[in-house]
Every structure is written in C-alpha cells, then in structure tokens.
C-alpha cells in the first residue's frame, strides 16, 4: 500500500478504538469569503472517494458563493458529525481557527494541507494533521495530483470586439458580448479570453502574429466576435462560431460567406437554441473536418 496522504489520514481515521463516524469533509472552499482553487475541489474528490470507498460517511460543505443551496458551515449542524476533516490549503488564520470553536464537539483532522506557523492556534487546534509540508515529516504528494476527475471539456477560445464605434447606431457589441458570455458561463468548458491585439510591452498579450496563431490552434474551438477572430481560426483549422455585432451583417458576416464557413449568427440571433447547436456542430466530426479543409486552402 502507497504512503500518500490518503493512506495516512485513512489510517488516522481508523485508528485503533475509535470510530470515525460521520465526516463533515471541509477546506477553503468551505468559508464564505474562502477561494475554491481547482486544486482545492480536487483535493476534495480525492477525500470523498477514498471515504466512500473506505465505507465511511460523510458530507461537504460548500461555500454559498461557489455551490449555492448546497450543505455550508452554516447549515451543516456540528453534533452531526463526529469528525470534522479539513483538505489542501494552508492551516492559518482566523477562519480556520474559527472552526475549532464551532465545531468543539468534534474530532478535527486535517489532510494535505500546508502548516505555516505550527503554533498558530488554526493549526494547534486540529487533533491530528497529515501534512504536505511545513512539518519535519517528509514531503507526500499533494492530494490533488492523484484525484480523480471526469472527462477534460473543450478549451474555447473566447475573442470579442468591444470598439468599432464607426459602425455608430449599428453597433449591438454590447448587447452580443452580453449574451456570449452569459451563454458561455454555462457551458462545460475551459474559457479562455483572449485577444488579436498584439504588444510587446504587456506580457497578457501576443507579441508577434504567430505567438497569436500558436495559442488559436491550441483550442478546440474559437467564439469570436471579430473578422480575423474568424480568419485565423479557421487558418490553424480551428472551428469557430463567428457572432457578427454589427446590427444587418458587416464585415464578418461578409467574410465568413466569402471563405464559405456555415458556423455565422447574426446580432440579433445569438438566442442559447442557435448557438448551442454551432457549438454541437463545430466539436463534431464534420465541424472539425470543415475546419481542418480551411487551413489547408
């Protein structure tokens, strides 16, 4: 058997005599005002499925802000639960500190977390702690790396125009960008901003044209209110849903019927039922092929 943190915090739970009970399975992303870091939840996947499998019962509080409705600090009733673990992050401060009091009634463990000051009371508080690091034991793997985790989703490339003002009251950039990213917010999938605006003395941006084309090929597919958002996506075979924000079609609409690219929405249609269905298109096959075939013209 492994001696990673999972083992060891497992081992801790079952130690001789004592019954883990219900676990109330915590972290950051418990508080309030916390941060969920993605290797916070994947600490936390990690924890649950090996309790899970271990046979062990437990529940997760959420942050309101991160899972709204789900079970929080708030709601979750400390005399419930017999253990309470906290994963990944530093044990520091008062917010963890805090959870000593409120959860008093309960054996506290803490996993894969990091120990900055081993006499800060948030540390000194937990009954148990399997550290990643800050303590002499040796470094273990970070719960993270070894989680389990669903299928990856696509990487959209996201490029917008907020300018063009020379369009004047055929301009509904605000409108389309609006309803883009409010679409997008619900899509499962890695959102990526970014830009065609090149410069050398900001590091966020390209610096030269084919810094810019090596990031476009890297998407799976490209969301874009901007002419050469289209061109050069479609150039690196990359699928693209082009949203023309210029109210009766301008230049990208007109561009996109010159290269012959079906994956247009007009201004006054990028309704979720349109744009969902180019984006089914262009992450299938033939949206891929038709893709691939512009590069090679």
């Known amino acids: 058997m492994d001696d990673d943190l999972r083992t060891v915090l497992l081992c801790t739970l079952r130690a001789p005599g004592r019954d883990p009970g219900r676990v ?3 972290g950051w992303f418990s508080f309030p005002d916390g941060e969920a870091t993605a ?3 994947l600490a936390q996947q990690h924890m649950s499925a090996a309790l ?3 046979g062990i019962r437990h529940d997760t509080a959420w942050s309101p802000g991160f899972r709204p409705g789900a079970l929080s600090l708030e709601t979750a009733r400390p005399r419930a639960y017999d253990t309470l673990l906290f994963v990944c992050g530093p044990v520091h401060g008062p917010q963890v500190a805090a959870l000593h ?3 008093r009634t309960c054996r506290r463990l ?3 977390v990091s120990v900055v000051d081993p006499a800060d009371p948030a540390a000194t508080g937990f009954h148990a702690i399997v550290a990643r690091d800050g303590t002499a034991a040796p470094v273990r793997h970070d719960l993270a790396a070894r989680a389990p985790a669903g299928p990856l989703p696509p990487v959209a ?3 917008l125009s907020h300018g063009q003002g020379e369009y004047g009251g055929r301009r509904r950039h605000e409108d389309v960008n609006a309803r883009i990213t409010g ?4 899509k499962d999938c890695a959102r990526v901003p970014t830009d065609t605006r090149l410069a050398t003395d900001d590091w966020r941006l390209c610096a030269t044209a084919e810094q810019f084309l090596a990031l476009v090929s890297r998407f799976d597919v490209v969301v874009t209110t901007r002419l050469h958002g289209l061109v050069l996506a479609l ?7 082009a949203v023309d924000p210029v109210a009766g079609g301008a230049k990208v609409s007109a561009q996109a019927r010159a290269m012959g690219w079906p994956a247009l929405v007009d201004a006054a249609a990028p309704t979720q039922e349109v744009l969902d269905h180019w984006w089914d298109w262009a992450l299938s096959e033939p949206g891929r092929m038709a893709a691939a075939c512009h590069s090679m013209r």
Do not use: H, N
Request: charge should be neutral.
């Open 157 to 159: 490339g996201v490029i």
């Open 39 to 41: 290797g916070d939840v």
């Open 24 to 26: 109330l399975l915590t």
């Open 183 to 186: 679409w997008l917010a619900g």
């Open 235 to 241: 150039r690196t075979g990359t699928p693209v849903i």
């Open 110 to 112: 803490a996993a894969g």
């Open 52 to 54: 899970a499998q271990a």
């Open 101 to 103: 009091d409120r959860f």
